[in-house]
């Protein structure tokens, strides 16, 4: 079993930054991807942005402006959030996969608002 905390998280302006990590423990030998989803009101929950070996993805709307980085060995990952728009508002989760099986587990989600 993995557990996921979460930190960072808040209100900030239009243009703002502001930075989320989050940090597993538990059966963390077997994590191979790590990465963080959002869902704001009213949508559906989508990938922002996730790490698995060497290779990062992002969606359309955060490229450029967002940085995912981490280490899987080290069980950590932090999403750097720069440029904020007031449609980055939502709950972000932090998403773990693991071997075998594509096991997932999620942390408690952490809000972020951007105010315009």
């Known amino acids: 079993q993995v557990q996921l905390v979460e930190s960072g998280g808040g209100l900030v302006q239009a243009g703002g930054s502001l930075r989320i990590s989050c940090a597993a423990s538990?059966?963390?030998?077997?994590?191979?991807?790590m990465g963080w989803y959002r869902q704001a009101p009213g949508k559906q929950r989508e990938l922002v942005a996730a790490?698995?070996?060497?290779?990062?993805n992002y969606a359309d709307s955060v490229k450029g402006r967002f940085t995912i980085s981490g280490d899987l060995a080290k069980n950590t990952v932090v999403l750097q959030m720069n440029s904020l728009k007031p449609e980055d508002t939502a709950v972000y989760y932090c998403?773990?996969?693991?071997?075998?099986?594509?096991?997932?587990?999620w942390g408690k989600g952490t809000l972020v608002t951007v105010s315009s």
């Open positions: 538990g059966s963390t030998f077997r994590i191979n991807a």
């Open positions: 998403n773990v996969k693991l071997n075998p099986y594509g096991t997932e587990y």
């Open positions: 790490i698995r070996g060497s290779s990062t």
